[in-house]
Nanobody, 124 residues
Framework: VQLQAFGGGLVQAGGSLRLSCAAS????????MAWFRQAPGKEREFVAG????????YYSDAVKGQFTISRDNAKNTVYLEMNKLSPEDAAVYYC??????????????????WGQGTLVTVSS
């Protein structure tokens, strides 16, 4: 499956941004999806995940209550709605697909496909 993430950009602290990740190539519902992020000088970290039908969502403690992950299987797209952004949220955000539709997996190496990343910059 091919993944293309977009929607990043520059936003002021306290603002909102919605990322999208479009998938193509294989049956989208065969995959759980997730967003990871990597800030400069830091390791890539799990942000949020969603199971194949959207009924199960999972978040890191850092973004719980602030970010919302969702998916539209008719459009083969997963979204990440980010609110109340702070400079600590600035990073390259990556979408990823796991050929285990149950979701909830935060382990980077378990994901089978990755998008190219989209940069989120937050000004203070």
């Amino acid at each position: 499956v091919q993944l293309q993430a977009f929607g990043g950009g520059l936003v002021q602290a306290g603002g909102s941004l919605r990322l999208s990740c479009a998938a193509s190539g294989r049956t989208f519902t065969s995959y759980a999806m997730a967003w990871f992020r990597q800030a400069p000088g830091k390791e890539r970290e799990f942000v949020a995940g969603i199971n194949w039908n959207g009924a199960g969502t999972y978040y890191s403690d850092a973004v719980k209550g602030q970010f919302t992950i969702s998916r539209d299987n008719a459009k083969n797209t997963v979204y990440l709605e980010m609110n109340k952004l702070s400079p600590e949220d600035a990073a390259v955000y990556y979408c990823a697909a796991d050929y285990n539709p149950l979701g909830g997996n935060s382990i980077i190496d378990d994901y089978d496909y990755w998008g190219q990343g989209t940069l989120v910059t937050v000004s203070s």
